[in-house]
């Protein structure tokens, strides 16, 4: 058994989905697209997103001599949801902080190569400018859908992605050709047609944007499109007929709190800052803050308010 096959039953052994290696040359492909969303104003709020372009598409800048990158898949589709008559969360935030989860994985893994060879490797999981899916796709791992989601045949895309970069020689697999033939649900489907063109997202239209990293306001227009969102969205996702191979994670960490499954409507609307410290400790969902949350909370409630409003007046019509 060579290294890379190694690598990839490690991965596997360690509960990753999907482990696969490419050529740690600069990303000079993806260049062209990443600089023109940029300099289309479809970052949005998202600033640094401008800062450390060259590290963001060469790995030598994030590793000194970078010659390949294994890139991981990690499953987190659930296998319990919240009621549908309460504020929702994206899927990915009802467990631990994938950022903690991935990084002790990956970590173990260099460690696994360390008794192999010797090497230099970093770790990465959403934690340093790194274009994530485009590298997962370079290693084989799936293709970048019109969503902007990498998808993985057989499997969907309800995966985090991590990344360790390595001054190791290794044979990279092949990229994989999109899948995602003529079908267009994914930019139908988005309440605010933030999907612009496939593989184009204005973020400033997204949902996880408005709900997440925005620290501001949401758009009046858009506010009642949010429905009953208040951290992220997966509709981009849940539409995908890939995603009908998607299958529950056994990842324990990624697992809903009992807390969380037990909030209903009106225990959002009190929440206190209290119970948003211990009911989100060590969670993504603290990215958006307190502040950002009673935000969403709140528009969540004026949307019911409205409905309900709309609902007695064409009752008494």
Known sequence: MNLE?????????????ACGIAEGAPAESEAIYFDTWLANGM????????????VRLNPSGLLEGARS???????YYPADLQPQDVPQLAYYAYGRDYHDVIKEKLNELVD?????VSINARCFTDSAPILERYWA?????GWIGKNTH???PGKGSYFFLGEIVTDLILIPDRPMESMCGKCTRCMEACPTRAIEAPRTLNAGKCISYLTIEN???????????????IYGCDTCQQVCPWNRFARPTTEESFKMKEELA????????????EQYTRIFKGSAVKRAKYEGLLRNIANYKAINFRKEEEQNTNTYK
């Open 43 to 54: 970052h949005a709020g998202m600033t640094f997103m401008e800062n450390y372009r060259n």
């Open 69 to 75: 990158i294994i890139s991981v898949a990690l499953n």
């Open 5 to 17: 096959q190694k690598i990839k039953e490690e991965a596997l052994r360690l509960g990753f989905a």
């Open 150 to 152: 990498l998808i993985i």
């Open 215 to 229: 620290r501001n306001e949401i758009p009046e227009k858009l506010a009642p499109l949010i429905g009953n969102r």
């Open 112 to 116: 696994y190569l360390r008794r192999e």
């Open 137 to 141: 796709w370079k290693a084989g791992l």
């Open 262 to 273: 037990e909030m209903t409507a009106d225990k959002w609307y009190a929440l206190s800052r």
